[in-house]
């Protein structure tokens, strides 16, 4: 029963490759999936390009927010201000700070998320070179074959001629002997 779905399984896996090997054939299925692949590499580029943009303005804005917090409380204790506007400062500040710490982890996802696009076309660049070598291996052993059929073709070809060049000599020096009998 295990060697029944094994060879399924490997039946199915030996369709695959050649419906892959059929679609790489095909000029165009490359330069679809070059193309593909460029433009994943365009779009993680720009992505990243974002996100750093992204990240400095955060940064630039959390600290400019920080500063500005940091300067209102300064400010209220310079004051004397109640005890109840510093807890509504401090709480701001503490909600700021929770903001901050949720904009870093947003960052740290997109930054993720890159880093995944990237793994996945170095795999697909993988795949595909490994199907190119593939069809070169077998174009190579094709070629090798086709080598050897002709190389075998024209040894049987040098033997037959050989063998009728000898039946023809044999002939000739029968017929050279019965003549000198005569």
Not at 20 to 25: A, F, I, Q
Not at 30 to 40: H, K
Not at 92 to 103: H, I, P, S, T, W
Request: proline share 0%.
């Amino acid at each position: 029963m295990e060697d029944l779905a094994r060879k399924i399984d490997v039946e199915k896996l030996i369709s695959y490759s050649d419906d892959l090997v059929e679609v790489l054939k095909n000029k165009k299925d490359i330069n679809n999936l070059t193309q593909c692949l460029d433009e994943a590499q365009i779009l993680q580029s720009s992505s990243q390009a974002d996100s750093t943009e992204v990240q400095n303005f955060l940064e630039a804005e959390n600290q400019k927010m920080i500063n500005s917090c940091k300067q209102k409380i300064d400010e209220t204790k310079s004051e004397l201000v109640a005890d109840a506007n510093l807890d509504s400062l401090q709480r701001e500040l503490e909600d700021e700070l929770q903001r901050e710490r949720l904009l870093q982890e947003e960052l740290r996802y997109v930054f993720n998320r890159c880093h995944f696009i990237e793994e996945v076309r170095d795999l697909e660049l993988q795949r595909v070179s490994i199907e190119v070598r593939k069809k070169i291996r077998k174009n190579l052993e094709n070629d090798e074959l086709r080598a050897h059929t002709l190389d075998t073709q024209v040894i049987q070809f040098h033997v037959v001629e050989y063998v009728q060049f000898r039946v023809i000599a044999n002939r000739n020096d029968q017929h050279k002997t019965v003549l000198t009998h005569i």
